[in-house]
């Protein structure tokens, strides 16, 4: 027999009295792999406390741990095979596992109602798993799916699956891991969002008590926050209300403070939401300048004002900071004499080697292409190579294979840091919108709501 101690990570809040210490015997023959990691879910299923790896080898491993940690969902994750089992650990529980065969999941067995549940709940979901990787395939060629079509779609999954959980819920109290965990997948099954559906947003946020510590423990929150957004128009104005309903949830005493404020701040980021960086802005000035939850270190909060600071150097409705840059034969590109051309001008960032940009770029091509014949506009492209180490043969191929020729000018950045701090340009590829006179109708925008951008652009100037 094999004694392994575990070192707990120190996410552990005394001031809240969920404190387990478990250990867990395993039993594994024939196994493909020869390690295991022991591991608790936290937020989501990416962010997880490491724990252990545990060697399985003939006998029985006994993972014993003396520490206080919250009860939750843990799992062994199983590298070769890429297989996992999770199950229920809480105040002072003995789980005996055994796994026998290359089938993990499907010739299992473990003790406690609880955990044998668990156990079935995760097989069926297996024997589904066909519904998964045949939607992932109609993704892969290009099928468009709505959130009611896709709902639509996993119906017979979805189903299956809350009809089990709905019957394991009347075996445990409202305050059980199990119990928090199956109550939030069959609430976040039940939704299907709709942008227009403000009351089902409303009531959607307010079924769940985001500081229940537990939940913490599980892979939810993260779902419940993806869902709630997906109930928002993809507007910055928009999103602010909703990232303000969920701060105002989490306290900032609870672990998730900060896990939560990440997730919104990646949202924010995104290219998709139309004035993006407005809503990014909106959240740095409220949360982090002006907040007063001390969630992040100095340093952390030093770089987050520093981006601020950034990214409110250029205002919407105001001239953007003009650009002079040699083009491929050396010639010096005025970015403000070439929008003279135009009715308006899109300003792009990109690298060379960048798989993104190989494909955002062509795709905004083809979009600005067809949205200067329906809105009768002329559009220029001030296309910047932003990688200081590109070579010319690696600048000019990418112009060529892609066919970026038609009312461009294409000018390299090289190390000119002044005109990236103040164009936020440390990622690529990025899109700025400007008038004929320079001055700036959006930022960061995306192939999907330049329409929109153009749209609003017109409204402004009648």
Partial sequence: MQRINILLMCLIMPLIGLKAQFQVKIKATNTIDSIAYLRASIFDEKNYVPKDTIQLKKGITVVKNDKSVFGGIYYLYFPSSKQKISFIAENKDTINLIINGPDYINNATINGLKNRLFLQYQQIEKSLSFIDSNYAKEIASGKKFGLTQKAAYFKIKTDSLTAFRSNALKKFKPNDVLYIHFDALNKLDASVPNKKNFEARRNFIHQFDLNTPRLFFTPNMKSILMEYFSYYPLQADSMIKGVDTIMSKVMCTNKAYSFVFDYVAKLMKNREIQNNTEGYAYLLNKYIKEGKCAFIDAKQKEFLLQELTQIQSQKLKDT???????????????????????????VIFYDP?????????????????????QLLVKIGKYAICNAPGASKKEWSDFINDHHLVKNYTHVQL????????????????LFYLIDRDGILLAKKVSSSNLRKELIKAFEHFK
């Fill in 353 to 373: 080697s960048c798989e993104h940009c190989k494909v955002e770029l062509p795709k905004m091509d083809s979009t600005i292409a067809i949205l200067e014949q």
């Fill in 320 to 346: 953007c900071l003009n650009m002079v840059l040699p083009d491929t034969a050396g010639i010096q590109k005025d970015l403000h004499q070439f929008a003279k051309n135009f009715n308006y001008t899109l």
């Fill in 414 to 429: 090289g190390n000119d840091l002044p005109i990236r701090k103040a164009y936020d340009a440390f990622s690529n590829p």
